[in-house]
Each structure stands twice: as C-alpha cells, then as structure tokens.
C-alpha cells in the first residue's frame, strides 16, 4: 500500500511559478515509480511527467518539457513538480500518483494503483 498527499497548488499569473510536493507513505513508497497527471473538468486524466524509483529517469509530456521539472527525494519518499512559466493552459487538478507495477505505458492512468487527492493549479492570463 501507498499513500500519497499533495501540496503546493494554487493560483498564479502566466508566466510565474510553482512547486507541488507529494509525500508518499506506506511499505511499497520507496520503491514506487511515480508520477503527476492533471486533469480538467470533463476531460480524462493527462500525464505530466514521471521518475522511476530505481534510477531516476523521467519523462515529460511535450507541452510541459522544458518548464516543468519532475524530482524525487528517495530517502524522503517525497516527490515534486517544480513548473516554470506557466501557461493558463496549465490549469487543472494535479494528481500525484505511484505504482509498483510495469505492465501499461508510463503515461496510462491504468499503471497506477495509488493516487493522491489532487491539488488545484489555476493560471491566470
């Protein structure tokens, strides 16, 4: 079991920044790969970007590659999501979530068991 609570959502202007954090828990945290999807309102879940727990490689959606930056602690089981340059196109709920699994693309909601609350991100123009 994993679980996992977000923070660091907000509003910001076009252009500014922000750090999301989800702290992962639980017997299976450490060896997690993770990732952050969002989601708009009646729209599926998007990928975002995600790290795997063994050495760390990432990859990122192309409309966020180059602004956003995915990262873990390990040994704090902690992950973030440093965006830069926002858009307003960036606003969504942000969805931290973990898998110990490896038999669905990285970028499918379906690889993943555990997943946080979410956390609002809004973007004004």
């Known amino acids: 079991q994993v679980r996992l609570v977000e923070s660091g959502g907000g509003l910001v202007q076009a252009g500014g920044s922000l750090r999301l954090s989800c702290a992962a828990s639980g017997r299976a945290a450490s060896h997690s790969d993770m990732a952050w999807f969002r989601q708009v309102p009646g729209k599926g879940r998007e990928f975002v970007a995600d790290?795997?727990?063994?050495?760390?490689?990432?990859n990122y959606v192309d409309s966020v590659n180059g602004r956003f930056t995915i990262s873990r602690e390990n040994g704090k089981n902690v992950m973030y999501l440093q965006m830069n340059n926002l858009r307003p196109e960036d606003t969504a709920v942000y969805y931290c979530a973990a898998t110990t699994r490896a038999n669905s693309p990285y970028y499918t909601p379906d690889l993943y068991d555990y997943w946080g609350q979410g956390t609002q991100v809004t973007v004004s123009s």
């Open positions: 790290v795997t727990w063994n050495d760390g490689s990432t």
